[in-house]
């Protein structure tokens, strides 16, 4: 009955408009109102898979990310500022407040306009480093747009990202050439894992000024791999921030624009389409995992133990197991693509494990997918309980970059064996011989008793009366 309450609620969830799943207010800031048309496409792209977007300035007195402590938007949209910064009711703390209240960032940034020191310094708290010159850009002699970019080559032309990893979920990956024109590069720091490259630039491109008169580069910021023109830091709580290096990529001009490589061919333009994946992943419309059920039971001897069906015989998420008991996990995981929900599929090389910790795991076990229902995967898993007692976890932690993060814990006690639960002597084969000892003492004792009970004395001497 609960797997088909389960079906019924994600299939309702699934036939509703295409939306985020975390809600779809989203607060554009944008200095010069003005240039609000240049982005109709971008618009109405957000529009069209049902985001309603509001319109403020920085310089608005009444602009504010939250009401009554709570978040007045679902998602944020912040465009380089022509003045020194966003504002009070934008500053670096109220972004990472947003930020811990599960709202999503979109930041973009410009080589034409002066990065704000406030967001350098967010940016740098999130391990995030950008060049001191604030007017430095990445250019590529070897990679970039011949339409456009033909003398001064700061016009990256790149394929689509691939991920670094087989174990990670690629959702940006599209048909063309995506033109990245005057990006600001990005260094990601190695101590956070929460941070994650979407696009790395070429391995010949190269942070450079160009307002610098001088011929070399004596003082390099960063090169190649290591400069990624969209990065994206995941928080604890799902929470999504992307930093986009070129805001002029969702201009309309560039969604259209015709592309050719080095040699002068003509190459497909897919901005648009790497766009749309960018900000439906910021805004939480794929990556989502959902846990639907969660249980554990006594697992049953013979063919049930691999049924994908209910165990109608065992007591589902009993509060109390026993040590050595054998026990059946079961899990089930969505996730949310656009519009719906659909089975979640471990990427290769992947695992998704199941640990039974107390202050440390005892068992680490991989879940297998036993089934697929039309809008989720079932996992499951068999072990036996450690012959310890005391208060034990089923822990599900599943961290992996560009999916919502998966922390389930269910606390259950283990007990130890009851004083009529222990196996009977006779049913321990090492205790035979100290069994067969006691019988051998039992059985000469009797007969030994026996014996000098029944047992006549041969030298009996008689007595009578005295004789004369």
Avoid: C
């Avoid at 790395?200 to 004596?218: C, G, L, M």
């Amino acid at each position: 009955m609960r797997w088909l309450f389960s079906f019924l609620l994600l299939s309702l969830m699934s036939a509703v408009r295409a939306l985020s799943v975390t809600g779809q207010r989203v607060l554009v800031v944008l200095e010069d109102l003005s240039e609000e048309k240049q982005y109709n496409q971008f618009w109405a792209d957000l529009e069209e898979r049902g985001f309603n977007l509001n319109f403020q300035s920085p310089k608005n007195d009444t602009l504010s990310l939250f009401k009554h402590g709570e978040r007045a938007f679902d998602h944020l949209i912040l465009f380089p500022p022509k003045s020194k910064a966003y504002g009070p009711s934008l500053a670096p703390k109220i972004l990472l407040d947003f930020l811990n209240k599960a709202g999503n960032i979109l930041l973009t940034l410009s080589a034409n306009t002066p990065i704000p020191t406030a967001i350098q310094s967010l940016l740098l708290e999130l391990d995030i480093h950008l060049p001191s010159d604030r007017n430095a850009l990445v250019v590529d002699h070897f990679n970039y747009d011949s339409a456009s970019a033909a003398d001064k080559h700061d016009v990256i032309l790149t394929t689509s990202p691939s991920s670094l990893r087989s174990d990670v979920k690629n959702y940006f990956s599209v048909n063309g050439h995506i033109a990245v024109p005057r990006a600001v590069g990005q260094v990601l720091g190695n101590a956070s894992p929460l941070l994650t490259p979407i696009l790395r630039a070429p391995s010949t491109a190269y942070s450079y000024n160009p307002k610098d008169d001088s011929e070399s580069i004596e003082d390099l910021f960063a090169a190649g791999q290591q400069l990624s023109l969209v990065s994206a830091l995941q928080a604890r709580n799902s929470g999504r921030f992307t930093v986009l290096g070129s805001s002029e990529i969702l201009l309309d001009t560039w969604f259209a624009a015709k592309l050719k490589d080095k040699e002068g061919k003509a190459v497909r333009n897919a901005n648009r389409d790497f766009i749309e994946a960018l900000t439906a992943w910021t805004f939480h419309e794929i990556g989502v995992l959902q846990v639907g059920r969660l249980e554990h039971q006594l697992t049953l001897p013979g063919s049930l133990r691999n049924s994908t069906s209910v165990q109608s015989n065992t007591e589902l998420s009993p509060k109390i197991y026993r040590v050595k008991n054998d026990v059946t996990f079961t899990i089930e995981l969505s996730e949310y693509s656009l519009n719906r929900f659909i089975p979640f599929y471990l990427p290769d090389s992947d695992a998704l494990q199941l640990e039974f910790t107390m202050l440390s795991p005892y068992h680490r076990l991989s879940l297998v997918p036993i089934a697929h229902t039309p809008n989720s995967t079932i996992f499951r898993t068999h072990f036996t309980l450690p012959d310890q007692h005391g208060i034990f976890n089923f822990r599900v932690n599943y961290k992996r970059p560009f999916l919502s993060n998966i922390d389930e814990k269910r606390q259950v006690t283990v007990r130890h064996f009851a004083h009529d639960e222990w196996p009977r002597s006779w049913a321990i084969s090492a205790a035979w011989v100290w069994m067969a000892g006691i019988a051998a003492v039992v059985v000469g004792w009797v007969g030994f008793v026996g014996l000098w009970l029944w047992s006549e004395p041969t030298d009996r001497v008689a007595r009578g009366k005295k004789t004369q």
